[in-house]
């Protein structure tokens, strides 16, 4: 088995150096180089050996190899191929790895839960550039996948915005469309410090465990009406509702939120998912399909 090694920074540096890998920005190339902050992210995860782990991003394989300690089988998809010869270096003593060369945002991930990873529920374990998080992230809630939970590192505002609670300057849009789909928990915050090159923010760990039955509120009217109370989060309620997209006017919506006893003063970040379901099956059919 390799030594436990791949996170050290003199060996990082060094297995670069022979394969002449230059660190790609656009990419999002910061590794990681602290055992700590490794195990803690398969521990978030609590991955075990009945586990299947789809790895996003392996870079040179440093977490893929703690992955791989603890879960049955681990499957990870790079990009960039000038890391696939490091990765059969760095990889070699295991057996339960396979490496995937492919943009995960092509890839074709029910096939891939189905052929490769014991067709689910899987796990998802992610270190990726913030540019692929988002859109990913949306993909991975929204589809109906076979997935337990997604355990990711992302920008530590990010982070903050996705588990706010109502009442809160940072609960909006994103918080809801999180938290309909999974409950979300910060596991770890990770200093930039821990990463070769640095990047300029500090990230955390947040783990999303997919609910298993959603809310029962037709998705495309229950995201209008929250796209249309954030679009001007500043307005009250009754404000936003009616001026922004539904395509209703403001005495239909102060009856709705009246008959639902939602104050018309109130503003988008005083209301909890359970407001906006409510105001979803409540209002008249909107003009959406
Ligand atoms: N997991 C490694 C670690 O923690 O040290 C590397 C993390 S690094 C932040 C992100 C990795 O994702 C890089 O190896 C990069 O090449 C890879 N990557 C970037 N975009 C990708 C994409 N669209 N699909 C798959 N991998 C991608």
Redesign the pocket.
Known sequence: MTDKRLYSPKYVKEILNRYGFQFSKS??????IDGNIVRKISGAGDITKEDYVLE????IG??TEELALNAKKVVA????EA?LPILDETLKDYDNIEIIHG???KVDIPKLIEEKLGGGPIKVVA???YY?TTPIIGKLIEEDLNIHSIIVMIQKEVADRIVAPPNNKQYGSLSVFVNFYTNPEIMVRVPKTVFMPQPKVDSAVIKLTLKEELPEVDKKVFFKVVKSAFGKRRKTILNSLSSNGLGLDKETIREVLESLEIPIESRAENLNIEDFIKISKTLPPLDIY
């Open positions: 990419l999002g190339q910061n590794f990681l996003i991003g392996p870079g440093t977490l998809v790079e990009l960039d890391l943009d995960i945002l270190n990726l550039p692929v």
